[in-house]
């Protein structure tokens, strides 16, 4: 749940979302239950932080939320935007490391911005259907079942990935396509279901 104050690392001094439109504050840490208001308009929620660097497990968990701007974060806790089924694309461009079920049933999450993550624990994107492209140029893990059900995801480009792990893109039913040159570990299971691929590519 969203509450209805956020807390400055520094000061510890708590603000109204009414007080925060059309803001982002310098915060270093978001913390469970804790968040910014970027902007409340038409119906729409977003959320942006631009200092924070870490975003703690359970942290947005069935938030209603929509968009999620973190330009400097380069942690993402467990389970920290579980369930947001609103939520429609995520700019996480510094982002390192991805903990298990961080977007588990995003089912509305078009798109994800990660180009720096070289770790993507399990179920982290499981369940989000609607997701259908994502960039991890530098990612070198994929954990068990990170990506299954997500079945809109139509072509995989991982390439600089080593190991894929069990059940990692199982029921992909619309992908066609598995580019993945520097794989070496390419676990059980890893594109079970995916009967749809007609190319791949490996070392």
């Given at each position: 749940m969203i509450?209805?104050?956020?807390?400055?690392?520094?000061?510890?001094?708590?603000?109204k979302?009414?007080?925060?439109?059309?803001?982002i504050?310098?915060?270093?840490?978001?913390e469970?239950?804790?968040?910014?208001?970027?902007?409340?308009?038409?119906?729409?929620?977003s959320?942006?932080?631009?200092n924070?660097?870490?975003i703690?497990?359970?942290?947005?968990?069935?938030?209603?939320?929509?968009?999620?701007?973190?330009?400097n974060?380069?942690?993402i806790?467990?389970?920290?935007?579980?369930?947001c089924?609103?939520?429609?694309?995520v700019?996480?461009?510094e982002?390192i490391?991805?903990?298990?079920n961080a977007?588990?049933?995003?089912?509305?999450?078009?798109?994800?911005?990660?180009r720096?993550?070289?770790?993507?624990?399990?179920?982290?994107?499981?369940?989000?259907s609607?997701?259908?492209?994502i960039s991890?140029?530098?990612?070198?893990?994929?954990n068990e079942?990170a990506?299954?059900s997500?079945?809109?995801?139509?072509?995989?480009?991982?390439?600089?990935?080593?190991?894929?792990?069990t059940?990692?893109?199982?029921?992909?039913?619309?992908?066609t396509t598995?580019?993945?040159?520097k794989?070496?570990?390419?676990?059980?299971?890893?594109f079970?279901?995916?009967?749809n691929?007609?190319?791949?590519?490996?070392?």
């Amino acid at each position: 749940m969203i509450a209805d104050a956020i807390r400055t690392k520094t000061s510890a001094v708590r603000y109204k979302p009414s007080e925060m439109a059309n803001a982002i504050m310098a915060i270093t840490t978001v913390e469970q239950n804790e968040c910014v208001i970027d902007a409340i308009a038409e119906g729409t929620l977003s959320i942006a932080a631009g200092n924070a660097s870490y975003i703690t497990q359970n942290a947005f968990a069935y938030a209603p939320i929509e968009h999620a701007i973190f330009p400097n974060a380069t942690y993402i806790g467990i389970n920290a935007f579980y369930s947001c089924r609103s939520l429609i694309h995520v700019d996480l461009s510094e982002c390192i490391s991805i903990s298990n079920n961080a977007f588990q049933y995003c089912e509305s999450l078009e798109s994800a911005n990660m180009r720096k993550c070289v770790s993507v624990m399990g179920d982290a994107f499981r369940g989000c259907s609607t997701l259908s492209m994502i960039s991890f140029p530098v990612c070198t893990t994929v954990n068990e079942s990170a990506f299954i059900s997500c079945r809109n995801i139509s072509k995989v480009y991982l390439p600089s990935c080593i190991t894929v792990g069990t059940s990692a893109f199982a029921y992909c039913s619309t992908m066609t396509t598995v580019n993945l040159p520097k794989c070496v570990v390419l676990h059980d299971s890893a594109f079970y279901l995916c009967n749809n691929i007609t190319s791949v590519s490996l070392p």
